[in-house]
């Protein structure tokens, strides 16, 4: 029997009986897909159906979900059979075996002779939680996570196997490493264990196999140089605390574990490049604080427009939220912002960057897209297409220091006791400290718990408002995690993602039921 939990305005989590039964359900949603629906992102208990609110409904989409469920056969349709080559050369073999009561030696051929089947997806593009009815062992996570799991280290945690596509943090007890490429963004198929796949873990002498025997291939440099027709445009003097190029991301990708990313205020992004003739979509920079110095290497246009901050051009006072001509050696100063967090500037034919599944954006815990950019770094445009405005300037205020915004359900407000989701909107929470691109934690009283055991991960969305241990919310952004294991209270609406983009620490927050 599913069960339809709200996700905010735009998405849906349908939770069911066990992992089994998402595997089955997962398969019959893909089989039929509904117009509107953008992602589906099968976890531990729950499919994560995220829709377009202009396409369709929660209601559309909850009937479509139980009638699913109805036609769910015994058994889902298997994915493609996939061989993985390891070494069993994993640091933590030897304790790990002794922890489950068994030698080394019969650890190894334990996992080698199952054959498992991937369940889903997060955590990482391409990280895969590999399962199988021939595995036994439930094998506690480490106490004290590392802080650095090398890309190929492949672990054990809980019921689950899987192998680390980069480096990352990770707390699975490392058994042994393979090099197969796990995620690679220029493939036509990124992501070498999909949901249902069937895997098995050879010895490393063999080659990876997909399919009937297709090689899997190693990494695409198709997309590792910028276009032969882009024009060197800028020229990095000081990128300040954080620069990135950005555009409007990878929706739609969640269930190959690959965030949305992409610019976190749009709508600056997009209004910075309307005013320089380029598509709203075009790649742009985004400044986070400010301190940023670049000097021009051709006659270009650009438009700054985002947090409140002073803009020169070789000294000289310029207008944010207009178009500027940049000559050639002419250098453009942005200083800290005075209100709101990120600027966006925007070159006339968009930043010219390697895309990563069809993107420019630089996802910072993912790794994707371009890396941040640094002292004499180049940025190169593209062939501009459209004309630049005739404006005198550009309506625009500065961004608040409190804002007040509409809060949607969260599929486990349940969990917490109802002083606390009462709290949660009777508070004025301040902004700490700890904020990126990944979230925003608030400051405020605990937010008690009823229910105190573990969450199974599930899907997240952008907006939702996740409560960690410590019971301070976290607000998840265009960079956060696909799934995760912390219960959600509650969930910002996508339309005040832009406003959120841009407070700072010690701002005020207010939430109010919609």
């Not at 159906?49 to 298997?78: H, L, N, Q, Y």
């Not at 050696?329 to 069809?358: F, M, N, Q």
């Amino acid at each position: 029997m599913v069960t339809l939990r709200p996700m905010g305005e735009s998405a849906v989590l349908a939770e069911v009986a066990d992992l089994a039964a998402v595997t089955r359900l997962h398969a019959a949603l893909a089989a039929d897909p509904l117009p509107g629906v953008d992602d589906l992102v099968p976890a531990a208990r729950t499919v994560l159906v995220a829709f377009d609110p202009r396409r369709t409904s929660a209601a559309v989409v909850g009937a479509w979900v139980r009638a699913a469920e109805r036609a769910v056969p015994d058994a889902a349709p298997p994915g493609p059979r996939v061989e993985v080559p390891v070494r069993y050369d994993g640091v933590d073999l030897v304790d790990t075996a002794e922890l489950l009561g068994i030698r080394p030696d019969e650890l190894v051929a334990r996992h080698r002779a199952a054959e498992w089947t991937v369940a889903f997806t997060g955590f990482a593009p391409g990280f895969a939680y590999l399962v199988s009815p021939d595995w036994p062992f439930d094998v506690p996570r480490l106490t004290r996570p590392r802080t650095r799991v090398p890309a190929g280290a492949v672990g054990l945690a809980g019921s689950f196997t899987g192998a680390y596509p980069r480096d990352t943090p990770g707390g699975w007890r490392l058994i042994a490493s393979t090099d197969a490429v796990l995620f690679d963004p220029d493939a036509a198929e990124p992501v070498l264990l999909p949901p249902r796949a069937r895997v098995r873990f050879v010895p490393a002498r063999e080659r990876v196999r997909v399919g009937a025997g297709d090689p899997a291939g190693g990494p695409s440099a198709a997309a590792a140089t910028p276009s032969p027709h882009a024009t060197p445009s800028l020229r990095i003097v000081a990128p300040g605390p954080l620069a990135t190029v950005q555009d409007l991301g990878r929706p739609g990708r969640a269930s190959l574990g690959v965030a949305r990313s992409g610019a976190l205020d749009r709508e600056a992004l997009r209004i910075a490049n309307r005013l320089v003739g380029n598509a709203e979509s075009a790649a742009g920079i985004e400044i986070t604080l400010g301190g940023f110095r670049a000097r021009a290497e051709v006659d270009i246009w650009v438009a700054v427009t985002g947090a409140l901050a002073d803009v020169s051009v070789d000294g000289r006072a310029a207008d944010a939220y207009a178009p500027l001509l940049l000559s050639a050696g002419a250098e453009l100063s942005i200083a800290p912002a005075r209100g709101g967090l990120r600027l966006y500037l925007a070159i006339r034919g968009g930043v010219d960057a390697p895309t990563a599944l069809g993107s420019r954006a630089t996802d910072v815990l993912a790794g994707l897209g371009p890396a941040p950019l640094r002292a004499d770094s180049v940025v190169r445009s593209g062939s501009a297409v459209g004309e630049i405005p005739a404006i005198d300037g550009f309506p625009w205020s500065v961004p608040p220091s409190a804002l007040d915004m509409v809060l949607g359900p969260g599929p486990r407000a349940a969990w917490f006791a109802p002083a606390a989701v009462d709290a949660l909107v009777e508070v004025t929470w301040t902004v700490s400290p700890d904020l990126d691109r990944i979230g925003i934690r608030l400051d405020g009283p605990a937010l008690a718990r009823v229910r105190p055991e573990e969450l199974p991960s599930e899907g997240m969305r952008p907006g939702a408002i996740q409560v960690p241990p410590h019971g301070r919310p976290v607000i998840l952004l265009a960079d956060g995690p696909v799934t995760g294991g912390y219960p959600v209270i509650g969930v910002v609406p996508d339309a005040a993602l832009d406003a959120l983009a841009q407070v700072r620490p010690g701002d005020r927050v207010r939430f109010r039921r919609g």
